[in-house]
Nanobody, 126 residues
């Protein structure tokens, strides 16, 4: 069974940076779509950034465009989310997920994703 493990969350001041990591076992990232999602207290889960080399697509939510960067290291089977210029509204639990059959027009929609990690908490103080 596919297993995903996020790390790198923590407490940071506004304007700071964090890099989240998602390590996968039992499959290779470059065959599927990988996404970072987040859920803040009292809010719905949202797609933050998703990538798929299979369909040659990368997505960023408008709220993080220009501040966050998704990347992968296939040799380590790890996907990263570099988060810069963090804002208090970025506070959430961040999850990575894998979609076996990515769809271009739905690349960063949660229901498309088949496997999910346990999440890592990010808190941005003002």
């Amino acid at each position: 069974e596919v297993q995903l493990a996020e790390s790198g969350g923590g407490l940071v001041q506004a304007g700071g940076s964090l890099r989240l990591s998602c390590a996968a076992s039992k499959f290779t990232f470059d065959e599927y779509a990988i996404g970072w999602f987040r859920q803040a207290p009292g809010k719905e889960r949202e797609g933050v950034s998703c990538i798929s080399s299979v369909i040659s697509r990368t997505y960023y939510a408008d709220s993080v465009q220009g501040r966050f960067t998704i990347s992968s290291d296939n040799t380590k089977n790890t996907v990263y989310l570099q988060m810069n210029s963090l804002k208090p509204e970025d506070t959430a639990v961040y999850y990575c997920a894998v979609a076996i059959n990515p769809v271009p027009e739905r690349l960063c929609l949660g229901p498309v994703y088949d496997y999910w990690g346990q999440g890592t908490r990010v808190t941005v103080s003002s």
